[in-house]
């Protein structure tokens, strides 16, 4: 027994003290291997579920943004807008302004999804709309007196994924058990492989997998989780630039896109050419530094004027074909790993027949990813070249 002096942290215990399971194991093992994405999730927010489909609520402050549809003069009252749910939100007495040419006008009737009834030219300079034109609502202005407008409101929408039964075995036969062999202990030495290729796994599954559920009516059906890729809807396609993006155009995604939702510091997993494009942007922004608390994954700070990208080349990503020119931007506080019930990463022994001349053993994880929101993420793909 060794006294110790000072103060005292979790991380100062091994794991004899600390119990820890295989997955959290793997990523104290291995902080900058085929798992990063796993690694820092570890660190963040886990939460169990209790069923494979779990579900949550996605609810935003809508943007209150109406496109008119159609062209009208000076003078009409009437204006029809695009269907886009915005329209119900502008009750008698909302002001409606003109983004293009500052026109203010106040609805004299509750819209329709479809139509606007308006007074126009509110405080003078009253002007032909276009087809096309962006109008937005800028607040309500009601006479003395007047009664309560009409009540208005919005409902979440209800989002759900998956979890997936991840499963990687391995088998020795008791002749090569008892083998003296120069490498060390076989078994253990696949117990390790065997690890790592089951976080491989996870990690892809997390990236590239599809939410499906297969055979959903039958006593054993087969779940696959939904992975960023196919589940975030802020997607930055390069191949309508013939796969090019310039300095400006990056800064102005983070800016207008990337940070328009959620946290002012997220991480992008990045492939090994995305990542040298990133290496010629203003050397001077950049700044090495390892975040606290993420397991040791090396990350590099792009800074802007948004906010700060804490940059990580993904290992896997220079081994997943097409991947080396994409990047994948996350905002952990709206990620989650959720597990099944008592089914995180474990390791099951003994798993062979009973008249089999070996031992066979199993990593075991059932689990999925809950984006809680999805705008808050997003997806760089074909970005082949600078200019």
Not at 119 to 127: Q, T
Not at 153 to 160: G, H, K, N, R, T
Not at 188 to 213: P, Y
Not at 353 to 382: F, P, R
Request: net charge negative.
């Amino acid at each position: 027994m060794a006294g110790i002096q000072g103060l005292r942290g979790t991380g100062q215990f091994t794991t004899d003290f600390r119990p820890k399971n295989y997955r959290e194991l793997f990523t104290l093992l291995e902080p900058n291997g085929n798992a990063p994405l796993n690694a820092l999730l570890s660190m963040t927010s886990s939460e169990a579920t209790d069923d494979p489909e779990f579900k949550n609520f996605r609810d935003e402050l809508p943007a209150r943004a109406l496109v008119v549809n159609g062209a009208v003069n000076n003078s009409a009252t009437s204006i029809t807008i695009t269907n886009n749910n915005a329209g119900t939100f502008a009750v008698a007495g909302s002001l409606i302004v003109n983004s293009a040419t500052n026109e203010v006008m106040r609805c004299t009737a509750d819209s329709t999804a479809t139509s606007l009834t308006v007074e126009r030219g509110i405080g003078g300079g009253a002007a032909a709309i276009d087809d096309g034109a962006n109008l937005f609502i800028a607040g309500t202005a009601y006479e003395e007196g007047a009664t309560s407008p009409t009540g208005i409101s919005f409902d979440a929408s209800v989002a759900s994924n998956f979890t997936q039964i991840f499963r990687t075995a391995f088998t020795v036969t008791e002749t090569l058990r008892a083998t003296n062999l120069r490498t060390g202990d076989k078994e253990d030495e696949m117990a390790t492989k065997a690890l790592k290729l089951h976080m491989q796994d996870i990690e892809r599954a997390m990236f590239f997998g599809k939410k499906n559920e297969a055979n959903a009516s039958t006593a054993q059906p087969t779940r696959m989780t939904g992975g960023l890729i196919s589940t975030i809807t802020n997607v930055n396609d390069r191949a309508t630039a013939s796969g090019v993006m310039t300095e400006d155009q990056f800064d102005r995604s983070l800016i207008e896109d990337v940070f328009a939702f959620g946290s002012n510091q997220k991480i992008m997993f990045c492939g090994a050419k995305v990542a040298g494009h990133l290496q010629k942007f203003g050397k001077d922004r950049w700044q090495p530094t390892v975040v606290e608390g993420t397991y040791g994954v090396n990350l590099t700070r792009y800074a802007t004027f948004a906010g700060d990208l804490m940059v990580h080349l993904h290992p896997q990503f220079r081994q997943v074909p097409g991947m080396e020119n994409a990047a994948v931007i996350i905002d952990f506080p709206h990620l989650k790993y959720r597990f099944m019930e008592g089914r995180d990463t474990q390791l099951l022994r003994d798993r062979q027949s009973n008249d089999m001349d070996a031992v066979k053993h199993e990593y075991l994880t059932e689990c999925g990813l809950e984006l809680l929101q999805d705008k808050t993420h997003a997806y760089i793909k074909g970005w082949n070249a600078t200019a």
